[in-house]
Nanobody
Framework: QVQVTESGGGLAQAGASLTLSCTVS????????VGWFRQAPGKDREEVGS????????WYKHSLRSRVTISRDDDKNTVYLIMNDLEPEDTAMYYC?????????????????WGQGTQVTVSS
């Protein structure tokens, strides 16, 4: 049973940095592509970025690429989303999704396994 767990959200001030964590357990970590998504109230879910070990690639939403970084810790089966220079527009529920197929994450904005989400609220 694969489980995905996010953590690290909270309240931050504009200009601050925040690191979200996504732990994938119950499977072979390297088999999965992992995507970070967010959804603000009244808006569609959007992909923030994703990483595929198999394809050895990392993708970022163009408008965010100067402020976000995705990294991983294989020993902890964890993928991190590091967000810098936070803006109030970053306020959203952030979700982590894992799937064996990166294209599902990238082009369907979907994943086989999802976490429960972690709320990020940025105050001005």
């Amino acid at each position: 049973q694969v489980q995905v767990t996010e953590s690290g959200g909270g309240l931050a001030q504009a200009g601050a940095s925040l690191t979200l964590s996504c732990t994938v357990s119950g499977g072979s970590f390297s088999d999965y592509a992992v995507g970070w998504f967010r959804q603000a109230p009244g808006k569609d879910r959007e992909e923030v970025g994703s990483v595929s070990w198999k394809c050895d690639r990392t993708w970022y939403k163009h408008s965010l690429r100067s402020r976000v970084t995705i990294s991983r810790d294989d020993d902890k089966n964890t993928v991190y989303l590091i967000m810098n220079d936070l803006e109030p527009e970053d306020t959203a529920m952030y979700y982590c999704g894992a799937d064996e197929t990166w294209s599902k994450i990238r082009f369907e904005l979907n994943a086989k396994y999802w976490g429960q989400g972690t709320q990020v609220t940025v105050s001005s």
